[in-house]
């Protein structure tokens, strides 16, 4: 199977080389289980100039064991005194997701969500969104991963927590159904420490697997998702918020909204400064050089016939006569006419025009 370059959504947004950085806005569960609050996120997400938002579903009771959702949970970003009732809290209904849908969807944003378990990979698919996304904690969940390429729907994979040897598997029970797969580099340490973040694995994964390459960040600042964009990142995912002192373990990795509109804008400012690869002078350039080169001129008053020294010369603003460059060319010339102090020197008042000069 050929690998793919690019991958054409139904919205018409291309992820892929030589395209706009796909900016994707991980409302995740930060939305505090409150409707409302992910409404506003998401008009939130949109005025900031996101490509995408993206939420999280549960069905706890097929996430969890038992016991797992009987564990005690007191900690202060707790929401209810066991795990179970603690995620429970942060769910949102299918009936509000889909609502979210069709808000961002109205919005211009794509909408898409990490469902954790089977149940709610199926109800999300209902939903018919444009991106499945799996998440790093399932990348080496193989039924999930079959059930994901069966739906035939574009897949971005987080590989947070895993080796190449759990990744190859997983890209290659993916590709046993199709190719329109992004792979995202993580590091699901929540915050992740600069010097664990390991940006240029991003090309080792591109030229590994032949596939649409980027990165979800969990850092505190920008820097490293701004220098994953340089990088050639074609997606960058990055946790979402409205308050970052809001109760919960994600708030802290995540951006608020003006830390989300500065990445969109400085974003798009990388792209433009990447997309010329030729050195040459540009208009805007070549005026200033008028202004802020020098030119070559007499030091002192020198009559017609004089043989030009070095003393007798000195370079000064602005640009508009012969330039320094032209200085072993001038010395030892003779004047063909007088020159006043601080006058430019023309290739016209030497006995022997310089080629090419001006």
């Not at 927590?161 to 159904?177: N, P």
């Not at 792979?183 to 090309?203: A, F, R, T």
């Amino acid at each position: 199977m050929k690998p793919a370059q690019h991958i054409r959504l139904r919205s018409g947004r291309i992820i892929g080389e030589g395209h706009p950085c796909f900016i994707v806005a991980e409302v995740g569960n930060n939305h505090q289980g409150d409707i409302s609050l992910a409404r506003q996120m998401v008009e939130e997400v949109a005025r900031a100039g996101a490509d995408a938002v993206k939420f999280q579903k549960r069905d706890n009771s097929a996430l969890l064991t038992a016991d797992g959702l009987k564990a005690p949970y007191t900690g202060p970003n707790s929401f209810g005194p066991t795990y179970g009732e603690h995620r429970d809290a942060l769910e949102l209904s299918m009936e509000e997701m889909a609502e979210l849908k069709a808000l961002s969807e109205s919005l211009g944003l794509v909408f898409f969500a990490s469902a954790w378990d089977m149940n709610s990979l199926e109800a999300m698919h209902t939903l018919n969104p444009e991106l499945i996304k799996i998440c790093s904690a399932d990348l080496v969940n193989t039924p999930y991963l079959r059930r994901c390429g069966e739906m035939g729907q574009p897949i971005v994979i987080s590989t947070g927590m895993s080796d190449y040897e759990q990744i190859d598997k997983a890209v290659a029970e993916l590709r046993r159904y199709h190719n329109d797969i992004v792979i995202l580099h993580c590091n699901s340490s929540y915050p992740c420490p600069e010097d664990q973040i390991c940006l240029p694995v991003m090309h080792d994964i591109r030229a590994r697997y032949g596939l649409p390459t980027g990165y979800s960040g969990h850092e505190r600042g920008l820097a490293p998702t701004l220098a994953a964009v340089a990088l050639g990142a074609v997606m960058v995912e990055r946790h979402f918020t409205l308050d970052k002192t809001m109760r919960g373990t994600d708030h802290q990795v995540s951006l608020e909204p003006a830390e989300l509109a500065m990445l969109v804008r400085m974003t798009r400012e990388i792209e433009s400064s990447l997309r010329g690869s030729e050195k040459r002078v540009f208009p805007g350039e070549a005026s200033a050089a008028l202004k802020l080169r020098k030119s070559i001129v007499a030091a002192r008053d020198l009559p017609a016939g004089s043989v030009i020294t070095a003393a007798d010369l000195t370079v000064k603003s602005p640009g508009t006569g012969l330039s320094p460059d032209c200085w072993d060319d001038v010395i030892g010339n003779t004047l063909t006419r007088d020159a006043r102090r601080d006058e430019q020197i023309k290739s016209e008042m030497l006995a022997v025009a310089l080629n090419g000069a001006a």
